[in-house]
């Protein structure tokens, strides 16, 4: 079986990451993760994440590179991105609460498993933006 593809997006902007807190379905309501979504057939992962994030957040972003690895994900495996917020001020549409973390931040909230791999070497990342 062919595991779907999904993106998300460690949006930084002034040494900080965007989180986003999800409402659905209940086993990750109120547990914390990088905004994004599937890759629809023909897209890029790039063409998918620029999307799913002006759809979730109604923002544009740029992406900058992709974090190592990947994580499955039951039926998904995803890929996460570091990205520049372009232009906007994000809006959650899909999630009930944002926040802006710092590098010593990330552990303040409540990730979902999916997402934690990727946490080390975001915090590396904000770590040297914040020198």
């Known amino acids: 079986m062919q595991l779907q593809l999904v993106v998300g997006a460690a949006v930084v902007r002034a040494g900080r990451v965007l989180a986003a807190r999800r409402t659905a379905p209940a086993s990750a309501?109120?547990?914390?993760?990088?905004?994004?979504?599937?890759?629809?057939?023909?897209?890029t992962l790039e063409q998918a994440l620029v999307r799913e994030i002006g759809e979730e957040l109604g923002v544009t972003v740029r992406l900058d590179r992709w974090l190592a690895g990947e994580q499955p994900i039951g039926a998904y495996v995803l890929r996460v991105?570091?990205?520049?917020?372009?232009?906007?001020?994000?809006t959650p549409t899909?999630?009930?609460?944002?926040?802006?973390?710092?590098?010593?931040?990330?552990?303040?909230?409540?990730?979902?498993?999916?997402?934690?791999?990727?946490?080390s070497e975001l915090s590396a990342v904000l770590t040297t933006l914040e020198t």
């Open 29 to 43: 309501a109120g547990r914390w993760e990088f905004p994004g979504g599937k890759v629809d057939p023909g897209e």
């Open 81 to 90: 991105a570091l990205c520049v917020l372009e232009h906007g001020e994000p």
């Open 94 to 119: 899909e999630h009930d609460r944002l926040r802006w973390l710092a590098a010593g931040e990330l552990d303040d909230v409540d990730w979902l498993d999916g997402d934690r791999p990727f946490l």
